[in-house]
């Protein structure tokens, strides 16, 4: 494939598949309210549990949202569980004897806290899973995330486009991976990119060298990436060069559900040999984090999938002064997300692409400096 043709498709994909502009400002608190609710309403106390620090994308969320509720008078506690489940437990336990009136959540295992949401759900504490949905349980009153199937999607649809597997003939050596196997939002991911790439896996112009393709959406697991970790992606990406691609066969594309795991990938791609420019594999991603932006510019990752996480913090902001004024809580979609034990009423945001040909989007927006990306 020549390298103009792959720029032109990726600049036709990414104009394409522009998925609604971020609204990525701060939306202005609803204070209409006299509840306190975005004027100084320091009797609500909210905790702010979010999984990790190592992950960039965690440390923008936990930030952003802490801001604009310190700023609008609440009383916070904003805590990172290091992707320990215990530690997230502890943490949650704490806000809830700390008197939290609402808990907002990114769980580390979205099955491990039903226990705990049955106190906060004892001491009337109202919860809001934030961007991973909490499962098995009926004491989770909000979710708000980006469309998470979307997400996948983007990721298939890219493939296809990068490919041209409409028209090509392949065949074309994919790798698939998911994410981790105790968060929800993976098996969201892996179902809307499987559901565009099967058909081409069907007829053959889609083949995976190592075996490692799940046999249905339900199987997502069998490639799943504990804890999102890039070094794990990386010695996996390794595994799988070293045992099927030794004999000079080429990998044309990687499925990556997200950055991380992308980085941990174009390690192992690069101590194999694969340097950007024609012969590089499309490698997906997802978050629009820092290095990855950076990998994209380099050659060395074809797209991500942006997220505006700002967009997200405002949101739940929003929903937290709704919920303090008393008010109806905009939500947008009352029929996806079932958690084992309920409809979870969530407020879906949507994603965009991202690939070279647009990440001035992404200064444009301020969500970097042009700086930051060597712009
Ligand atoms: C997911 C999240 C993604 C991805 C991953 C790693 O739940 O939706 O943005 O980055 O976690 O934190």
Request: glycine share 10%.
């Amino acid at each position: 494939m020549s390298l103009a043709w792959k720029k032109s498709a990726i600049a036709m994909i990414a104009a394409g598949m522009l998925v609604g502009s971020m609204a990525a400002c701060s939306t202005e608190r609803d204070s209409g309210t006299d509840a306190g609710a975005g004027d100084g309403d320091d009797e609500t106390f909210v905790g702010i549990a979010m999984p990790t620090k190592s992950l960039e994308r965690w440390n923008r969320d936990g930030s952003h949202l802490d801001g604009l509720l310190k700023d609008a008078g609440y009383e916070t506690s904003l805590q990172y569980a290091d992707n320990k489940v215990d530690q997230q437990i502890t943490q949650l336990e704490n806000m809830i004897n700390q008197g939290a009136d609402i808990l907002v959540i990114a769980p580390i295992d979205d099955t491990a806290l039903a226990p705990t949401l049955q106190q906060a759900a004892d001491a009337d504490i109202t919860v809001i899973a934030y961007d991973r949905l909490l499962l098995g349980t009926p004491n989770v009153d909000y979710y708000a995330t980006f469309d998470n199937y979307g997400v996948g999607k983007m990721q298939g649809e890219f493939i296809v486009e990068a490919l041209d597997l409409e028209n090509a003939a392949g065949p074309f050596n994919l790798e698939p991976f998911a994410g981790s196997p105790d968060d929800n939002n993976a098996k969201f991911f892996f179902a809307g990119a499987w559901d565009v790439l099967s058909e081409h896996l069907d007829s053959g112009k889609l083949v995976v060298p190592s075996g490692k393709a799940p046999s249905s959406n339900d199987d997502w697991q069998s490639i799943g990436v504990q804890g999102w970790s890039s070094e794990t992606a990386q010695s996996e990406m390794e595994n799988r060069l070293n045992s099927f691609y030794a004999s000079g066969t080429q990998v044309d594309v990687v499925l990556s559900p997200n950055d991380s795991l992308a980085l941990g990938i174009a390690q192992a791609l690069a101590g194999n040999g694969y340097a950007p420019g024609d012969e590089y594999p499309v490698l997906t991603g997802q978050d629009a984090d820092k290095a990855n932006v950076l990998n994209m510019i380099a050659g060395k990752q074809s797209m991500s999938v942006w997220k505006d996480t700002r967009a997200l913090g405002d949101q739940v902001a929003k929903m937290i002064d709704q919920i303090v004024a008393g008010e109806t809580v905009e939500v947008n979609d009352e029929e996806t997300y079932d958690n084992g034990e309920k409809t979870v009423p969530t407020y879906l945001l949507q994603p965009q692409v991202i690939t070279p040909d647009n990440v001035d989007v992404l200064v444009e927006s301020e969500f970097y400096k042009a700086g930051d990306l060597g712009l």
